[in-house]
């Protein structure tokens, strides 16, 4: 896959959509790379960035996020404002399948104090495609209509 170009590559090439489903747990299949949007929308102050990682390890061997850092000025509006977004979060389960519950905890954010404030925050002036993101695939793939959740196999 070639990164460098937008709007390339058809969505169910690569990805297979799946609904929410109505018993509000989702058994997350080993080796199997889902996108799951998170419930609340969040900021980060432009003084922190902020790393997300995995809540409980006791839950099962599953990775929740793996870029896993957000930027001073994330969840923050265009021009400063204060909105929030959801976060997207890259899972999948190792070993063994793991079960998730609807407004199940599975990540927190670990702020880490910035020496200064960035001259340009996140979003602002550098055409960020996620600052009010919902759960939506990359620009690399050609626009397919919006769904709850999103899978994929290995």
Do not use: C
Not at 36 to 43: A, K
Not at 99 to 125: I, S
């Amino acid at each position: 896959m070639d990164l460098t170009k937008v709007g390339a590559y058809e969505v169910a090439d690569f990805w297979e959509s799946i609904q929410s489903p109505s018993s509000g747990r989702l058994l997350l299949n080993p080796g199997d790379f889902y996108l799951l949007g998170s419930r609340e929308r969040f900021r980060i102050p432009p003084t922190f960035a902020a790393e997300m990682e995995q809540y409980d390890p006791s839950m099962g061997d599953f990775s929740i996020h793996y870029a896993g850092f957000f930027d001073p000025g994330f969840g923050y509006g265009r021009e400063g404002e204060i909105k929030g977004t959801k976060g997207v979060l890259e899972v999948r389960a190792h070993e063994v399948p793991i079960l998730l519950e609807d407004e199940q905890t599975v990540g927190r954010l670990v702020y880490h104090k910035m020496a200064d404030v960035p001259e340009k925050l996140y979003g602002q002036a550098i055409g960020s495609s996620y600052q009010q993101q919902g759960l939506a695939l990359p620009k690399q793939f050609r626009t397919a209509p919006r769904v709850e959740l999103v899978a994929t196999t290995t």
